[in-house]
């Protein structure tokens, strides 16, 4: 399989996969609604909406949200650039794999913000969204919230009344609530991580064979020997 084929059906199965479970949420389950996936406990769908950052942090209200919807476009479109010269470059499967994963879960998350506040009705905890209203959308373009579901309570529990400090508080372990564009860039950024030394030991092979094709920094050599 050609790398830049293999690149488009990697991000497109990532965007389809997120955004048709995000929509089937928002129009099937009101905010804060939630079941466990085949009865298990620990595996949670629980619909929420993230109004900011990651895990629900806000900042500068309705300014701060159109900033960071715009430079998350500006973040995709270089991310876009930087894979697409990794795909002519031949890069490894390693790093198009990584590169692609961050690259459609950024994707799948910004549309979110840019579509989904003119596409839906608000969400609440008795009224399920509607698409296309006829009232409009719940919010103005590029200030949606992005749809979250993914829980896994692994543990519910809480701290015993004698342990230091957090006696008696509630010990949950793990309760961030993601998506699949989340876990796309999660699982991209730890290839990155996990296969490091393959990354950039790549990369740097595709800049000395370009700079080794190049006659320019073959003069420039020639001339500092």
């Not at 790398?3 to 804060?32: C, E, F, R």
């Not at 960071?68 to 490894?92: C, D, E, G, P, T």
Request: hydrophobic fraction near 50%; include cysteine; glycine fraction near 8%.
């Amino acid at each position: 399989m050609k790398k830049s084929h293999y690149t488009l059906i990697l991000a497109l199965s990532v965007l389809i996969l997120d955004q048709a479970l995000k929509i089937w949420v928002k129009l099937n389950m009101p905010l804060g609604d939630y079941f466990e996936v085949l009865g298990l406990s620990w595996f949670h769908i629980h619909f929420i909406e993230n109004p900011g950052m990651a895990f629900g942090i806000e900042w500068g209200g309705e300014y701060g949200k159109l900033a960071l919807s715009l430079f998350r476009i500006v973040a995709i479109s270089f991310i876009a650039y930087m894979l697409y010269k990794l795909v002519k470059q031949n890069a490894s499967f390693v790093v198009l794999t990584s590169i692609t994963l961050i690259f459609a879960g950024a994707v799948g998350n910004i549309l979110d913000s840019v579509f989904y506040g003119i596409c839906f009705s608000q969400s609440t905890a008795i009224e399920v969204a509607t698409f296309m209203p006829e009232a409009g959308g719940y919010t103005s373009f590029l200030h949606g919230k992005v749809v979250d579901m993914f829980y896994f309570p692994l543990i519910d529990s809480t701290f015993p009344s004698w342990f230091p400090i957090w006696g008696g508080r509630p010990l949950r372990f793990f309760e961030f609530i993601f998506n699949i564009a989340d876990a796309s860039v999660f699982i991209g950024t730890a290839i990155i991580f996990v296969f490091y030394k393959d990354f950039f030991k790549k990369e740097e092979e595709l800049i000395n064979s370009e700079a080794s094709n190049d006659p320019l920094a073959k003069e420039n050599y020639s001339v500092s020997d």
